[in-house]
């Protein structure tokens, strides 16, 4: 039985495109290889960072019933107790149990990450492909972007965290605002080379609207790369948030932060270490599982850059 034809346009002029059967499939390395498990095999990174990922969302999502207390309960008769079996990870110095405020800290940082990681993706997908595929507006789009970018994130995020008082909210609206331009710059690259393609030139000519191209044919080869830079993002919020609390500039101390945890203990870090230790610990397994998934996802959405091709 012969295979249907390809699914196609004409122009007035009588010229057929071939516009679907041309639009490439970003995961077909992923499709190829078969099922789930076996791609994660080829991909452990994939799997060692999921998997830690994972049990750091359970944690965070469990924390009440993880043998935990209210970590702002204050009982200064347990004032920096070193870790033992009623205070597994100690008491600072205020007598709050350490190893409460670093399961619920957790939270977050992880809410954060992600929060920033999606907001981010989003404004900064739009920009992208407003300025990749219309010429017009590409100049003062990526000056913008540019003139964003020329001031380091954390500043630009203490900068904006001085004019608003210290929430959550207004600490993923401040990450975001200095990661955007990256997204933007990226998704603008690989919609310049997408424009290009027949299959673009197709859709023009057959005489489709330029959003439905856009949203149709370029937004979805992009998100490979999207993906990957999501989860770089992730990482480098979460670092900036605890940078931010650290400072007393992010969320506000009565929430338990792993910024707010080692703010807390930075005078007594010589003689009580644990209080910086274990909220340090967490942060940068968090940090490291997230960048081992962006890395496992990268060499399997594009092998090239695994192979050197």
């Not at 004019?163 to 690259?189: C, D, F, K, Q, T």
């Not at 932060?257 to 870090?269: E, F, K, P, V």
Request: with cysteine; proline share 7%; net charge positive.
């Amino acid at each position: 039985m012969n295979s249907p034809a390809p699914p196609s346009s004409v122009t007035a002029d009588g010229t057929r495109y071939a516009v679907a059967a041309e639009l490439p499939d970003v995961f077909a390395p992923m499709k190829r290889r078969g099922t789930l498990a076996r791609h994660v095999g080829r991909h452990p990174s994939i799997a060692i960072g999921g998997g830690i990922l994972l049990v750091l969302v359970l944690i965070a999502i469990l924390a009440p019933l993880l043998f935990t207390t209210d970590p702002t309960a204050l009982h200064i008769s347990h004032r920096l107790r070193a870790p033992s079996a009623e205070h597994w990870f100690g008491t600072d110095m205020e007598g709050r149990d350490v190893y409460s405020r670093v399961i619920y800290g957790s939270r977050v940082s992880l809410v954060v990450g992600f929060s920033v990681a999606l907001v981010a993706s989003a404004i900064g997908l739009m920009i992208g492909l407003t300025a990749g595929f219309l010429r017009p507006v590409d100049g003062p789009l990526m000056r913008v972007m540019d003139g964003v970018m020329s001031i380091p994130s954390v500043l630009l995020a203490i900068a904006l965290m001085a004019m608003s008082h210290g929430s959550m909210g207004n600490v993923i609206a401040a990450i975001s605002v200095s990661e955007v331009p990256r997204v933007a710059r990226l998704v603008r690259g690989v919609a310049l080379s997408l424009r290009e393609q027949p299959y673009v030139d197709g859709a023009i000519a057959a005489g489709s609207r330029t959003p439905a191209i856009i949203f149709r044919h370029i937004m979805p080869n992009t998100f490979a790369a999207l993906i990957v830079q999501a989860t770089y993002i992730c990482a480098s919020a979460m670092i900036t948030e605890s940078i931010l609390s650290f400072i007393g500039a992010g969320t506000p101390p009565n929430i338990p932060s792993w910024g707010n945890i080692m703010a807390d203990g930075r005078t007594l870090w010589q003689a009580k270490f644990y209080i910086i230790a274990f909220p340090a610990a967490f942060l940068s397994l968090t940090v490291l599982a997230v960048n081992l998934l962006g890395d496992g996802l990268r060499d399997a959405l594009d092998p090239r850059l695994k192979n050197g091709g």
